[in-house]
């Protein structure tokens, strides 16, 4: 009997450690992908509906008011070609999260060059089309089961010589 004692107290002590160890601070995300709140960026006011559960949006179908059409449209009706960007080429990927009541914040920007090698266009280019990404104002929820999700959306932007030649959600 006194072993069995001894037994559940080493359990529970290896427990405790193990519990310690998974509280400490990682310096990588918990999921691929991930977005965390930076105060530089970011709005404070903009509010998840539950933070530990922001999903992809291909797995509860957020969406866009008129989908990849009404997306396409506005990029292309206020982009602004600009003749000292034509020899920019390359994808521009805007990420961010669509929150339950269809509000957007934390976008991230990735760009990459027409052979996929990390590219910098100039930031008047940049923050134009970032610019027309969080203008997007009619975004739906992913709902599952009637419930509906914070969920991560992204943007592609293909640019060659400067224009917009293609966008993908």
Not at 28 to 53: A, M, S, V, W
Not at 75 to 80: D, G
Not at 121 to 133: E, G, R, S, T
Not at 149 to 160: C, E, G, M, P, Q
Request: net charge positive.
């Amino acid at each position: 009997m006194n072993w069995i004692i001894k037994a559940l107290m080493f359990l529970i002590i290896i427990n405790g450690i193990h519990s310690c160890k998974s509280v400490s601070q990682s310096i990588y995300p918990e999921h691929t992908g991930d977005i965390d709140f930076d105060p530089k960026l970011d709005k404070k006011d903009f509010h998840l509906c539950n933070e530990q559960r922001i999903v992809q949006y291909y797995s509860v179908k957020t969406d866009y008011l008129g989908e990849r059409k009404e997306i396409y449209k506005q990029f292309q009706t206020k982009y602004l070609f600009d003749p000292k960007y034509s020899n920019e080429s390359g994808y521009m990927t805007f990420r961010f999260i669509v929150n339950c009541k269809g509000e957007t914040d934390r976008f991230r920007v990735y760009e990459i060059d027409e052979h996929y090698a990390l590219k910098h266009f100039p930031v008047p280019l940049k923050d134009q089309l970032l610019n027309i990404a969080k203008s997007l104002n009619h975004w739906i929820p992913g709902k599952a089961e009637g419930v509906a999700y914070d969920s991560y959306y992204r943007i592609t932007i293909k640019l060659v010589n400067g224009k917009i030649e293609s966008i993908k959600p």
